[in-house]
T-cell receptor, first 116, second 111 residues
Framework: DAGVIQSPRHEVTEMGQEVTLRCKPI?????LFWYRQTMMRGLELLIY????????DSGMPEDRFSAKMPNASFSTLKIQPSEPRDSAVYFC??????????????FGPGTRLTVT | AQRVTQPEKLLSVFKGAPVELKCNYS??????LFWYVQYSRQRLQLLLR??SRESIKGFTADLNKGETSFHLKKPFAQEEDSAMYYC?????????????FGSGTQLTVLP
């Protein structure tokens, strides 16, 4: 398996523009997580899905952020409109949540977002 | 509520010296703990999990339930160990399990 795939790897956009980040989890995994990493705040969980259903979105900072998971192999994180303070590295991770299984998450390479 | 505390934001040691990265947790149930490592500008990678009782790249971590700690140790640090290290706890939150990460410790191994 290629692991968790994220695209784009880098995104530079102007304030006010819409940004869409994409994630393909590991095949067979049933949980998907979106994180944001900044120097100031470290690693923050934004939202996570279990079996394509959003379970906890309490970490989503504002209504400008939205996430979808239309099927088991694809998820998007959208920021509309984007602001300079959204600049960060956004990680997607997936895991297989199953009783009796070790619960590690596998991370993608991240998308480095710069909003000017 | 579950919480993971890594008290040291930055840690520097000399090559060949022992290193210990501290991690304390708060969780009312039976936790599952992990250490993740992130090398410069790369993805987070799982380093080790407590249930495996393994040693990876010379690192070990023992779960101490009495002290609610899961410190990461290596007897002889190497320059290539320089990275950000995150301690994480897997516990039930509502109806589902999720990982709670600590704030991370940036380890620098000096030549």
């Amino acid at each position: 398996d290629a692991g968790v795939i994220q695209s784009p790897r880098h995104e530079v956009t102007e304030m006010g523009q819409e940004v869409t980040l994409r994630c393909k989890p590991i095949s067979g995994h049933n949980s998907l997580f979106w994180y944001r990493q900044t120097m100031m705040r470290g690693l923050e969980l934004l939202i996570y899905f279990n079996n394509n259903v959003p379970i906890d979105d309490s970490g989503m900072p504002e209504d400008r952020f939205s996430a979808k998971m239309p099927n088991a192999s694809f998820s998007t994180l959208k920021i509309q409109p984007s602001e300079p303070r959204d600049s960060a590295v956004y990680f997607c991770a997936s895991s297989l949540a199953q009783a009796g299984r070790s619960y590690e998450q596998y991370f993608g390479p991240g998308t480095r977002l710069t909003v000017t | 509520a579950q919480r993971v505390t890594q008290p040291e934001k930055l840690l520097s040691v000399f090559k060949g010296a022992p290193v210990e990265l501290k991690c304390n947790y708060s969780y009312s149930g039976s936790p599952e703990l992990f250490w993740y490592v992130q090398y410069s500008r790369q993805r987070l990678q799982l380093l080790l999990r407590h249930i495996s009782r393994e040693s990876i790249k010379g690192f070990t971590a023992d779960l101490n339930k009495g002290e609610t700690s899961f410190h990461l140790k290596k007897p002889f640090a190497q320059e290539e160990d320089s990275a950000m290290y995150y301690c994480a706890l897997s516990g039930l939150s509502g109806s589902a399990r999720q990982l709670t990460f600590g704030s991370g410790t940036q380890l620098t191994v000096l030549p």
